[in-house]
């Protein structure tokens, strides 16, 4: 079956523009996570959705930042303004409940900043 | 202090060596614990769960010690296939929190 998609697969932009990482995770699955990684690091946990909801805002790195998920499936991560220091591969993954054990991660979006 | 700490590497071992990883991790909170496996340029995958009475999957065996906050992942037998980075996982059931560590990069050579 389909697994986690994201899209778009790379993302340039330049320095103070927005941007919209969008995430389609694997169809059932009520748990979504974003993640980001920077070149040579761990997985930095940014959100996790429990259906829609996101109870826990706290793991986002500035206001500039934002997620939301409509409809339990497709969800969105938003950088506003964004500074090269949000170049990194942003991932999504998704899990069928939200204490499972696997989480299934999409390729990832690299964001570029210039 | 982070909250999930990896010895990073690199384990350069050969072929049909015996390699373990370690993983500590602070939050006592902590209810899951995995191990993922993450191919360069690529996406994490998990490898297996952790649990407190030791798993064994193939030539992978992972244990638990909650007592001293301390994960490790032991590999026999090791193929050129195993190169990776391998990533410990806590899990925070009650926050819905995943902390991943920043991996440990293992090369196997002929």
């Known amino acids: 079956g389909a697994g986690v998609s994201q899209s778009p697969s790379n993302k340039v932009t330049e320095k103070g523009k927005d941007v919209e990482l969008r995430c389609d995770p694997i169809?059932?699955?009520?748990?979504l996570y974003w993640y980001r990684q920077s070149l040579g690091q761990g997985l930095e946990f940014l959100i996790y959705?429990?259906?829609?909801?996101?109870?826990?805002k706290s793991g986002l790195p500035s206001d500039r930042f934002s997620a939301e998920r409509t409809g339990g499936s497709v969800s969105t991560l938003t950088i506003q303004r964004t500074q090269q220091e949000d170049s990194a591969v942003y991932l999504c993954?998704?899990?069928?409940?939200?204490?499972?054990?696997?989480?299934?991660f999409g390729p990832g979006t690299r964001l570029t900043v210039l | 202090r982070k909250e999930v700490e990896q010895d990073p590497g690199p384990f350069n071992v050969p072929e049909g060596a015996t390699v373990a990883f370690n993983c500590t991790y602070s939050?006592?909170?902590?209810?899951?614990f995995f191990w993922y496996r993450q191919d360069c340029r690529k996406e994490p995958k998990l490898l297996m769960s952790?649990?407190?009475s030791g798993n064994e999957d193939g030539r992978f065996t992972a244990q638990l010690n909650r007592a001293s906050q301390y994960i490790s992942l032991l590999i026999r037998d090791s193929k050129l296939s195993d190169s990776a980075t391998y990533l410990c996982?806590?899990?925070?059931?009650?926050?819905?929190?995943?902390?991943f560590g920043d991996g440990t990069t293992l090369t196997v050579k002929p």
């Open positions: 996982v806590v899990y925070d059931t009650n926050a819905g929190k995943s902390t």
């Open positions: 952790v649990y407190s």
């Open positions: 939050n006592s909170a902590s209810q899951s």
């Open positions: 993954a998704s899990s069928l409940w939200l204490a499972d054990n696997e989480q299934f």
């Open positions: 959705f429990q259906g829609n909801s996101a109870p826990d």
């Open positions: 169809s059932g699955h009520t748990a």
